[in-house]
């Protein structure tokens, strides 16, 4: 590791920074701002935009701090007439290429290129609109992205996003000179390219080029139909990140404030998402189980690793780049298309309620989620409105609520209850760990030894976590797994998906159960979280997370007492073919 | 001085016919050292745009520890009026391809390229012919080098070595960041020298001759002599070798057609020069760029045309990478038709000059850099022309 | 269209899959199909392994990887300013006017497209046009045009 440290001056104050560090790198240290756009903590640095031109003493012209190491006695200047009247040039030039209707964008009051001009009060069109009229109808064909060529800047963020971090490669940069811009495969619109919908690229997107198409609108439609019943859960990833943008910071009185927001809007029943975690998280255990045994007893046919489904993108991924692997995928539904089954029956038969009245909006980090439409037994949909954390953060906003004053309130009583494991599902190798809990109190019959309630190799940083688990005791009926190696994977981002898959094509037989999540970092760097996003306010909402699980009272998905319930009530007492539909594709 | 008839200089096409790379053979029996300084005191600078040093781009590639390292020769001629390395190439490709191996030679590289712009497809077949006579006289030579050549795709920043380096490895013609330069991390991230043809061709005819007798030409910042791509208005378009430090007046006298009201130097990316200024401007490395372009504008042209053709050219051939570039270029296009056709005013002009030369100072490589060389000059000695 | 992925076949079989090799290749295929479809972009990504959207980037990138439908002969008329000064104009509209088409277009018959380039490197013998890969200079209207009807009845 080089130790080197090189002294330079900026702006005549000295710092010291390791050797390889770049003028960037040296001004955060000092706290000095130099603004930048097409600069992104989680990408690889491209020196494209020129907002962060600096003089350097002894080089004629200006160059990018993003790009340029330091080298000993490096006298830098951040704030010259020459730069700053280059900086300003190139802002008011991004402009005369931007379709700047701030106040109708989506990014107003959250866009960098907003900030940039208002630095420089740059609002007076200095050069010529370089805007073309067809680039201000923006492809909406996605169900979950929106691109507007109007807005972009041509930073190439999400092009670096979609090809570097995620590997999936939908945007490229095409023509060259004036005819330069970012696009797709021949142009083609998002509906018939390659894109799995995380939305990586629209929480990396500095204006509204790129961001998840809305669905809020519909939504306050739906609330002011007094003739509609509309039950709303969110999940714990989208509360413990809403204060970025909302302008708090998460605390153990934010979930039940969040409930007292959600009912101010209107909405008519608000439910523990949890709930349906833990049901989502006993399903899965059992037919993980199931799949063992299966394997155990026909070991010529491959059915196993056991993969999880509850990442829509991930399921996208796989139904284009390895379709082969699709049987191995679960049928359980995701925990969001259970809250909306089970809310459509259940919930229903319980309130005395017609299916057809009722209206389920989910709220989750996810913009694929948008693309996950089910129909349960009935032909009515299971979810009919997924959005994303921003557009609630917007609905919040429009509704002049402030959280942090209101009085704590409780879900609704009927599914109220989660277990700490649920919280756990949101952050890449979590399920796994609630899968494991369940796993080991089912096949062993014996009480969860409290060591297994923490399993640090799944809450590493790596793209592609493991771990491998043996009983020495097991329940009858579960002999063969007695003394078994049971190899566990936990997968986020999908360029680890993507090595993940080419793993399994040498050695199928290495895995038995293998989470998948396509976002960085699991559902917690979803992309429909607040902007703006990087590794390590995913790592911070990681954090809260796992402490959330700790101080659960309890910490494993099937001591939830309501499951219990339903389970007798309900899910077991529907003929079977029935209670596949509910919870199965 | 004495007149430009009397100097009549032939070093890049002479003394060819009967070439059987006895230069190389020579410069291969000499230390790496001995040849670099050489080329050092001889004072020979790059023959493409940019003007580096040669003799330091091989003494740093040289320095760098590397077992695998590349010669590249740039014949992505694709300036405005420049023609002189197609005819290099066409009629003495053994100095183009002996100056290459001498710089394998001097370097440790043992991989050549030739970078052949598409336009010049026509020239590969008999490029590869060469290539095969010279591997022949190579392996006589002992020396570990061999020479392919690679077509571009057909863009004009591929000219710039770090984009043209991006482009043979399969990506868009973009310049990189730099530092590092080629010279430490070019070719799949290793040392290489990235050099004009005519740059290889003059620094064969260096080792020929000696340095000392190269600095008989030129003037101590332009030493020697070099080829120039004459067109336009002229009454003998072609190439033709003259030596360093000579005036444009000295040029205009010869070539003109006693009517030149201008004479662009260094192609679109150049500087314009006035008929008032011919007397006081010397042709060589003091201020001008030297790709070798010469295209001179009798007093029926119209400057404001000619500017605007330079700069829908670079608003094409930008590749759009930065900011400056892309979209500069089409402003300052976009910005002297309006003022032509009355609507934007004069002063806009001002708005357009801060533009230009903030473009300078901003942009990512040679092309943004270079818009305001044309734009400036020919602004400031044709106003006229470019406002009504 | 099996056709351009034998050619790719053949051509990463001689030169491996490296990245390096992608602009030789997609050279190739325009040589024998005039220029890039879909397929064969498609067909370059898959061999390659790089994303298409990524091969179809760097194609458009340069001017002489078409991805719009050509002619079996594309005609390049230089354009800069030397070529200018010698009345590339007149050249320009002449071979319109002789194939009915505009700067841009094909012909019916798919035999001709007609298209504007940047500096050829003969500016001293302006005005200069390539057809495919064949070079033509000292042009005037009437020369121009009656090379193009050589081709014609090629």
């Given at each position: 590791m080089e130790k080197t440290l090189i002294n330079l001056t900026i702006n005549n104050i000295p710092v010291s920074v390791q050797k390889g560090s770049t003028i960037l790198d040296a001004a955060h240290k000092i706290n000095m701002h130099i603004p930048t756009l097409c600069y992104h903590p989680d990408l690889k640095v491209a020196g494209n935009c020129r907002v962060c031109v600096v003089e350097v003493a002894g080089t004629k012209e200006l160059i990018t701090a993003c790009s340029t190491a330091v080298t000993e006695g490096m006298i830098v200047t951040t704030n010259s007439y020459k730069v700053r009247t280059a900086r300003k040039t190139i802002v008011e030039l991004l402009l005369s290429e931007h379709n700047a209707d701030c106040t109708?964008?989506?990014?107003?009051?959250?866009?960098?290129?907003?900030?940039?001009?208002?630095?420089?009060?740059?609002?007076?069109?200095?050069?010529?609109?370089?805007?073309?009229?067809?680039?201000?109808?923006?492809?909406?064909?996605?169900?979950?992205?929106?691109?507007?060529?109007?807005?972009?800047?041509?930073?190439?963020?999400?092009?670096?996003?979609?090809?570097?971090?995620?590997?999936?490669?939908?945007?490229?940069?095409?023509?060259?000179?004036?005819?330069?811009?970012?696009?797709?495969?021949?142009?083609?619109?998002?509906?018939?390219?390659?894109?799995?919908?995380?939305?990586?690229?629209?929480?990396?997107?500095?204006?509204?080029?790129?961001?998840?198409?809305?669905?809020?609108?519909?939504?306050?439609?739906?609330?002011?139909?007094?003739?509609?019943?509309?039950?709303?859960?969110?999940?714990?990833?989208?509360?413990?990140?809403?204060?970025?943008?909302?302008?708090?910071?998460?605390?153990?009185?934010?979930?039940?404030?969040?409930?007292?927001?959600?009912?101010?809007?209107?909405?008519?029943?608000?439910?523990?998402?949890?709930?349906?975690?833990d049901i989502y998280i006993v399903e899965l255990c059992t037919e993980f189980m199931l799949k063992m045994k299966q394997d155990n007893e026909n070991a010529a046919k491959t059915i196993l690793p056991y993969i999880t489904s509850c990442s829509p993108g991930w399921v996208e991924f796989v139904s284009t780049k390895c379709p082969e692997i699709k049987p191995l995928l679960s049928q359980c539904k995701s925990p969001r298309l259970i809250f909306g089954s089970l809310i459509k029956t259940y919930y229903a038969d319980k309130k005395a309620l017609n299916p057809k009245d009722i209206i389920t909006v989910s709220v989750t980090p996810c913009t694929a989620a948008k693309n996950e439409s089910t129909q349960s037994m009935t032909g009515i949909a299971d979810v009919d409105f997924s959005i994303t954390t921003r557009e609630l953060v917007r609905m919040i906003r429009q509704s002049g609520i402030d959280i942090q004053r209101l009085d704590a309130e409780d879900y609704e009583p009927l599914m109220c209850e989660h277990s700490g494991a649920s919280v756990l599902t949101e952050v890449s190798g979590g399920t796994t760990e609630a899968v494991i809990r369940t796993l080991s109190e089912l096949v062993t019959g014996n009480e969860l030894d409290p060591k297994m309630l923490k399993i640090m190799p799944l809450r590493s940083e790596h793209g592609i976590k493991e771990t491998v688990l043996t009983f020495s005791e097991v329940r009858t009926g579960w002999e063969f797994l007695k003394d078994q190696e049971i190899r566990f994977a936990a997968v986020n981002g999908s360029r680890h998906a993507m090595d993940f898959f080419k793993q399994l094509k040498e050695n199928q037989k290495h895995y038995h159960f293998a989470e998948v999540m396509i976002c960085q970092g699991g559902c917690i760097g979803g992309g429909g979280q607040p902007i703006p996003v990087s590794a390590e306010l995913i790592k911070a909402r990681a954090s809260i997370l796992y402490s959330l699980d700790e101080i659960c009272g309890q910490q494993k998905a099937h001591e939830n007492a309501r499951l219990n319930a339903i389970y007798r009530e309900f899910l077991t007492k529907t003929e079977l073919k029935e209670n596949q539909k509910i919870l199965y594709y | 001085m004495d007149t430009l008839n009397q100097k009549r200089i032939d070093l890049i096409f002479s003394n060819y016919?009967?070439?059987?790379?006895?230069?190389?053979?020579?410069?291969?029996?000499?230390?790496?050292?001995?040849?670099?300084?050489?080329?050092?005191?001889?004072?020979?600078?790059?023959?493409?745009?940019?003007?580096?040093?040669?003799?330091?781009?091989?003494?740093?590639?040289?320095?760098?520890?590397?077992?695998?390292?590349?010669?590249?020769?740039n014949?992505?001629?694709?300036?405005?009026?420049?023609?002189?390395?197609?005819?290099?190439?066409?009629?003495?490709?053994?100095?183009?391809?002996?100056?290459?191996?001498?710089?394998?030679?001097?370097?440790?590289?043992?991989?050549?390229?030739?970078?052949?712009?598409?336009?010049?497809?026509?020239?590969?077949?008999?490029?590869?012919?060469?290539?095969?006579?010279?591997?022949?006289?190579?392996?006589?030579?002992?020396?570990?080098?061999?020479?392919?050549i690679f077509l571009g795709g057909g863009s004009y920043v591929s000219g710039e070595e770090s984009a043209l380096i991006e482009s043979m490895e399969g990506k868009r013609a973009e310049p990189r960041n730099k530092p590092p330069y080629p010279v430490i991390s070019g070719l799949y991230g290793l040392p290489t020298v990235v050099n004009?043809?005519?740059?290889?061709?003059?620094?064969?005819?260096?080792?020929?001759?000696?340095?000392?007798?190269?600095?008989?030409?030129?003037?101590v910042y332009s030493p020697g002599s070099?080829?120039?791509?004459?067109?336009?208005?002229?009454?003998?378009?072609?190439?033709?070798?003259?030596?360093?430090?000579?005036?444009?007046?000295?040029?205009?006298?010869?070539?003109?057609?006693?009517?030149?009201?201008?004479?662009?130097?260094?192609?679109?990316?150049?500087?314009?020069?006035?008929?008032?200024?011919?007397?006081?401007?010397?042709i060589g490395y003091e201020g001008l760029t030297t790709g070798g372009s010469m295209i001179f504008?009798?007093?029926?042209?119209?400057?404001?045309?000619?500017?605007?053709?330079?700069?829908?050219?670079?608003?094409?051939?930008?590749?759009?990478?930065?900011?400056?570039?892309?979209?500069?270029?089409?402003?300052?296009?976009?910005?002297?038709?309006?003022?032509?056709?009355?609507d934007r005013p004069a002063g806009y002009m001002d708005v357009l000059k801060k533009l230009a030369l903030n473009m300078k100072t901003s942009a990512k490589c040679g092309l943004g850099q270079s818009v305001a060389n044309p734009f400036i000059s020919i602004l400031e000695n044709f106003k006229e022309e470019i406002l009504y | 269209m099996s056709e351009n992925k034998s050619l790719i076949q053949e051509f990463v079989r001689v030169h491996g899959c490296g990245r390096n090799n992608l602009l030789p290749l997609l050279q190739e295929i325009v040589h024998q199909e005039n220029f890039l479809s879909e397929e064969a972009v498609q067909a370059v990504a898959d061999t390659l392994q790089i994303p298409a959207s990524e091969v179809y980037g760097t194609a458009t990138f340069y001017n002489y990887l078409d991805t719009e439908a050509r002619g079996k002969y594309v005609i390049r008329l230089c354009r800069n300013i030397s070529c200018m000064m010698q009345s590339q104009a007149e050249i320009v509209s002449a071979i319109s006017l002789f194939l009915k088409i505009k700067v841009g277009e094909t012909t019916s018959d798919k035999k001709f497209s007609l298209l504007q380039a940047n500096c050829l490197g003969w500016c001293h013998k302006a005005p200069a046009m390539m057809i495919n890969n064949e070079v033509y200079t000292e042009l005037t209207p009437q020369k121009a045009v009656q090379i193009i009807k050589e081709y014609k009845e090629k």
């Open positions: 109708k964008c989506y990014r107003n009051g959250n866009c960098e290129l907003q900030w940039l001009a208002s630095e420089y009060r740059i609002g007076d069109h200095v050069y010529h609109d370089l805007v073309k009229e067809e680039e201000k109808q923006p492809d909406s064909t996605s169900l979950c992205i929106i691109k507007d060529d109007s807005k972009c800047v041509r930073c190439q963020r999400c092009v670096r996003t979609c090809s570097d971090l995620q590997d999936v490669g939908t945007f490229s940069v095409i023509n060259k000179g004036k005819k330069q811009k970012v696009s797709t495969f021949y142009g083609k619109p998002l509906k018939d390219v390659f894109c799995i919908d995380c939305g990586q690229c629209t929480s990396r997107c500095p204006t509204a080029a790129l961001t998840e198409k809305p669905l809020y609108e519909e939504v306050w439609d739906a609330l002011a139909d007094t003739g509609k019943h509309v039950v709303i859960a969110t999940t714990p990833a989208v509360r413990v990140a809403i204060g970025e943008e909302l302008g708090f910071e998460y605390n153990k009185h934010s979930d039940s404030k969040i409930i007292a927001a959600l009912r101010l809007l209107g909405f008519d029943s608000v439910v523990d998402s949890g709930y349906f975690h | 016919t009967t070439s059987r790379y006895q230069v190389l053979e020579r410069s291969l029996q000499r230390p790496p050292e001995d040849i670099i300084n050489e080329l050092m005191d001889a004072g020979l600078k790059g023959r493409g745009n940019v003007g580096f040093p040669t003799g330091m781009k091989w003494k740093f590639a040289k320095r760098e520890e590397s077992a695998e390292k590349y010669v590249i020769c014949a992505n001629e694709s300036e405005t009026g420049t023609f002189k390395d197609r005819e290099i190439l066409e009629r003495v490709p053994r100095k183009v391809l002996s100056g290459m191996a001498i710089c394998g030679y001097c370097t440790g590289a043992k991989k050549g390229i030739i970078y052949l712009r598409y336009e010049y497809a026509y020239l590969k077949e008999q490029l590869q012919n060469e290539l095969n006579i010279f591997h022949e006289h190579i392996k006589k030579f002992n020396l570990d080098f061999a020479i392919e004009n043809v005519e740059t290889f061709a003059t620094a064969q005819v260096i080792c020929a001759i000696g340095a000392e007798e190269f600095l008989k030409l030129g003037t070099k080829l120039f791509s004459i067109s336009g208005d002229t009454i003998k378009p072609g190439i033709h070798e003259l030596e360093l430090g000579t005036t444009i007046e000295e040029v205009v006298n010869e070539f003109g057609d006693k009517n030149t009201k201008s004479v662009q130097v260094g192609g679109a990316s150049g500087f314009c020069i006035p008929h008032r200024l011919f007397a006081e401007t010397v504008f009798n007093n029926t042209r119209s400057m404001y045309k000619v500017l605007h053709e330079y700069l829908r050219f670079f608003a094409e051939e930008s590749c759009g990478l930065c900011t400056p570039c892309r979209i500069g270029t089409q402003q300052l296009l976009l910005g002297i038709e309006a003022i032509k056709r009355g | -």
